[in-house]
Nanobody, 120 residues
């Protein structure tokens, strides 16, 4: 069974930057897309809270409108890692960030999440 482990969260001032990493390990077959999602306090984790994603084969990048121009998603295939570079952070970006891998068969794996807090 494959696993995803996120890292890189923390506390940053508004306007600052953070880089999150999502490392995949174990047996993961037919990876299609790795996406980043965020969960704000009081809300359930939801696929609708999509932030950014990248297709594993072609490297096609996808972004939510709220982060376009500020966030960049990239992948390091050799190390099975996907990154989310977050610049010009805003207090409303505060959330627990999860990475999730979707396979070509439709199954999905989630990481444990990493907290990002942006102070004013």
């Amino acid at each position: 069974q494959g696993q995803l482990v996120e890292s890189g969260g923390g506390l940053v001032q508004a306007g600052g930057s953070l880089r999150l990493a999502c490392e995949a390990s174990g047996r993961i077959n037919n990876a299609h897309t790795i996406g980043w999602f965020r969960q704000t306090p009081g809300k359930e984790r939801d696929l609708g809270d999509f932030v950014a994603g990248i297709t594993w084969r072609s490297g096609r990048q996808l972004y939510a409108d709220s982060v376009k121009g500020r966030f960049t998603v990239s992948k390091d295939t050799a190390n099975s890692t996907v990154y989310l570079q977050m610049n010009s952070l805003k207090p409303e970006d505060t959330a627990v960030y999860y990475c999730s891998l979707a396979t070509t068969s439709g199954s999905r794996i989630w990481g444990q999440g990493t907290q990002v807090t942006v102070s004013t």
